[in-house]
């Protein structure tokens, strides 16, 4: 079992940077592949990011290629996602989760992902 709590979640104005921190806990040997998820009001959910539990490996939906980056502090089991140059269309709760597996495949399987987190508002207004 893997626990996953979001923070950094808020209201900024487009065009501002915000970081998001997912605090990852529990039973963690084996790794899992770590990804960024969002659900826009009144829209069903949608993959943002992912990475591989070694690090070495990411994917980013096509909306956030070169604005976002995913990354992880094994030290402090912690994900991360630094969003840059944020827009309205960005407005959603974002949801860090968690994949059984270490490869590539188990990062890109946006089904797989089992562990999820209660979810941080981002708020972006134009």
């Known amino acids: 079992q893997v626990q996953l709590v979001e923070s950094g979640g808020g209201l900024v104005q487009a065009g501002d940077s915000l970081r998001l921190s997912c605090a990852v806990s529990g039973n963690t040997f084996g790794g899992y592949a770590m990804a960024w998820f969002r659900q826009p009001p009144g829209q069903d959910r949608e993959s943002v990011a992912a990475i591989t539990w070694s690090g070495s490996s990411t994917v980013y939906a096509d909306s956030v290629k070169g604005r976002f980056s995913i990354s992880k502090d094994d030290s402090n089991n912690m994900v991360y996602l630094q969003m840059n140059n944020l827009k309205p269309e960005d407005t959603a709760v974002y949801y860090c989760?968690?994949?059984?597996?270490?490869?590539?495949?188990?990062?890109?399987?946006?089904?797989?992902?089992?562990?999820w987190g209660q979810g941080t508002q981002v708020t972006v207004s134009s």
């Open positions: 989760a968690a994949n059984f597996g270490n490869s590539i495949r188990d990062m890109r399987n946006w089904s797989g992902y089992v562990f």
